[in-house]
């Protein structure tokens, strides 16, 4: 049986038989939120709990759920529930919003721990010798019967000083502990010799969007909102930097040897890092809002940015990255990607507004009489979503709708394609005509904000903006 619980006023339940996708029972649930729902493997009760209250449901004969509401006794104080288990002997064990575990048999309280932890408990995981929690003060506590044996304190492993690492996902199995955080860690632990392992780590409490791959290696970078930016090996899916700036992240772009890392920032920014260590070359005050992409030249002399306000910025990064040229797009547009041309002479540029514009790269003025020539030219790069060569993104019928990014394969005969449907699209490259064939593939919950191939074509890198998943296809 599945159980499913509601976003209506009621947080209705119903009961479901998945083998067969029938519905088995269902009832209202409680005006109050429902924060965990679990069968309880011994008898089959069905138990949620949530804000002020906490409910065993059985099913009766006529299909219909029946609730008993959890008797606290004389010694019990009601508060909010935020997850439950089980033990072997079909108790129920649930962690409060006020940092106590309860033990409940059946529907009645038979022990409370008091100030298992600081603040709200939201995780408890049982094993055959009794069970390990998690809660919001970063510690993982080993509880052996009614007594906790050992302390795993995690408060002070995130790399991000915005994100404090609350646990929010137990397990345990054969003498170690998997522990989630809210930060998007996974911790492995051995009960043994209290040891700590990271298994992986993420972006955590804001969204992503920063995405660049290494141009000779099976590395890649990621920039998030988090402040954070974060160099990934291919072979092992496991960070191998990490280093948190002043602000958000939102760009990021290895230059052609990848001795310098660039990194545009939510409040305007632009940093150079050094890619090996992280560590600060200079930064550059561009402009007042997100740059929204930034891009080296192909020999790596200019460095060129674009932001949400509209302007295109250009650098010489040989000279201190000092500002060489600057121009913007249509009034009250955003500039949103951009690419150099392969000889780095031209630079072309996607708006908010859906103008696709080409632009001199040293004197950075428009070139709207070159259209024609430069709309067939060679191009370092193909990140812009609009231009000759992707004009088959467009449905037949329509236009196309909430495209992200794209990116060229190295090999230059594939574009990926990042939108708000959660998918990666594959056509090939180019693709000119209105409503070009391609393959669709799913994995991101929500939007995908960027997509890059690995130097050698091996791997697709996508990430996404609000799951915070780094996918490798």
């Given amino acids: ?40 493997p011994v008898d089959d009760v069905l138990v949620t709990c949530g804000v002020r209250h906490i409910k065993f449901w059985n099913i009766m004969g006529d299909n219909q759920l029946k609730s008993k509401r959890g008797i606290y006794g004389q010694e019990g104080v009601q508060h909010t529930m935020l997850c439950v288990a089980f033990t072997d002997a079909g108790l129920a064990l649930t962690g409060a919003q006020s940092g106590d575990i309860y033990l409940w048999k059946g529907a009645r309280l038979e022990w409370q721990f008091e100030e298992a932890h600081i603040g709200p408990v939201f995780a408890i995981s049982t094993y055959p010798d009794g069970f390990v929690s998690g809660g919001k003060d970063g510690r993982a506590r080993l509880w052996s019967g009614l007594d906790p044996v050992k302390v795993f304190d995690f408060s002070s492993t995130t790399v991000a000083s915005s994100i404090s690492t609350r646990i929010r996902s137990v397990a345990w199995k054969d003498g170690h502990v998997l522990v989630g955080t809210m930060s998007n860690e996974i911790f492995e632990v051995d009960e043994r010799t209290m040891t700590q392992r990271l298994m992986t780590q993420s972006h955590a409490g804001a969204e992503v969007w920063g995405l660049d791959t290494h141009p000779s290696q099976a590395v890649f970078v990621t920039g998030g909102e988090d402040k954070t930016v974060r160099v990934y090996r291919v072979s092992s899916r496991k960070p191998l930097l990490v280093r948190e700036l002043e602000a958000g992240v939102r760009s990021v772009a290895y230059n052609h040897d990848a001795s310098l890392l660039a990194c545009g920032l939510i409040t305007g920014q632009v940093i150079i890092l050094e890619p090996k260590r992280l560590e600060q070359v200079c930064v550059r005050h561009a402009r007042s809002s997100p740059i929204l992409d930034l891009k080296f030249s192909p ?5 060129a940015t674009c932001s949400q306000e509209g302007s295109l910025d250009v650098y010489e990064a040989l000279v201190d990255f000092e500002l060489v040229g600057t121009a913007s797009t249509t009034e009250g547009c955003a500039l949103t990607h951009l690419d150099w041309s392969e000889d ?32 067939r030219a060679e191009w370092a790069s193909w990140t812009c979503i609009s231009g000759w060569s992707v004009q088959g993104l467009t449905p037949k019928l329509g236009q196309p709708v909430g495209i992200n990014a794209v990116a060229r394969s190295n090999a230059r005969d594939v574009l990926a394609v990042a939108n708000d449907m959660g998918l990666v699209r594959l056509y090939r490259f180019p693709c000119p005509y209105v409503g070009s064939k391609h393959k669709r593939f799913a994995g991101h919950s929500s939007l995908v904000s960027n997509c890059r191939f690995t130097f050698d074509d091996k791997y697709l890198i996508s990430i996404g903006a609000q799951d915070r998943c780094i996918f490798q296809w």
């Fill in 299 to 303: 020999d790596g002399r200019f460095l």
């Fill in 344 to 375: 780095g002479l031209y630079i072309q540029t996607d708006n908010s507004a859906k103008l696709h514009q080409y632009w001199d790269a040293l004197s950075v003025l428009e070139k709207r009489d070159a259209e024609e020539m430069l709309s």
């Fill in 1 to 40: 049986k599945v159980a499913t619980v509601g976003l209506d006023l009621d947080h209705s339940i119903a009961v479901w038989d998945w083998r067969k996708g029938t519905r088995i029972a269902t009832s209202m649930g409680s005006s109050d939120k429902i924060f965990d729902a679990r069968f309880n």
